[in-house]
């Protein structure tokens, strides 16, 4: 069978905002130029050497019906919920939970002063499984297996396969790829991925070149939409350059969001409203 390279479809400017109790952030999936790309809801990058723009944190808050990824490059993270369990996320580290029927948790720093970059994804869930008791996946840096690539560079395989290589995120619905990708200048990568799922690229140091016969350039703080094929083409022209590869098998179901839960009807929505303020999460 012949493969075919994925081109870019659309591209995405990430949008300065603040979420939790003032963190600053960049929003590229959830705002107003993607709402959304199925199976995916949100993507936030916070990146800040200023406690100004972190120390507040994200306190107490709920989530139901869908999934939160948060990666850690730099810094340090404290999570606890309501259900008695706490871990620190630091530099390095993935944690991957599964809200399910609800939770309240909060993500605050364990830092004064330094470096805080991290990565915060939300991904859906079908319906059959969005009142699924909560759980995580709590991974630490050692955990992450990494696949050097021919002539420098390397990958992080946080979910989905590359090679003979695994990722120690399992179990998700949305059948996921997450790929931290490093190539040093001039370097080039062909990454296969599923041809049923929908995938993007965000490029969040340096610039890359993504395509095959319409090669695309994206930009710091960009995210590319891909178009259908099996394998992503990815070079670093000139420089060295760091980007996240995300691909999920979309679910194609409808989705009604109201802040921090995503269900399937309105119905629904003031479900998790009524069992939130009866105590019920």
Known sequence: MTSRTREV???INGQATSDGAGVRLYRVIGGPGLPDLD????????VSDDPGDYLAGFPDHPHRGFETVTYMLAGRMRHGDNQGNSGLLEAGSVQWMTAGRGIVHSEMPEQEDGLMWGFQLWVNLPARNKLCPPRYQDIPPHDIPLVPLPGGGRVRVIAGQLGEVAGPVHGIDAEPRYFDVELPADGSLSLPLP???TAFVYCYDGSVTIGGDRPTPLERRRLAVL?????????APGAAARALVVAGRPFAEPVARYGPFVMNTREEIMAAIDDLRSGRF
Request: aromatic share 8%.
């Open 195 to 197: 041809d049923t799922h």
């Open 39 to 46: 199976p995916f809801l949100l993507l936030d990058e916070f």
């Open 9 to 11: 479809t659309d591209i």
């Open 227 to 235: 178009g259908a094929g099996d394998t992503l083409a990815l070079t």
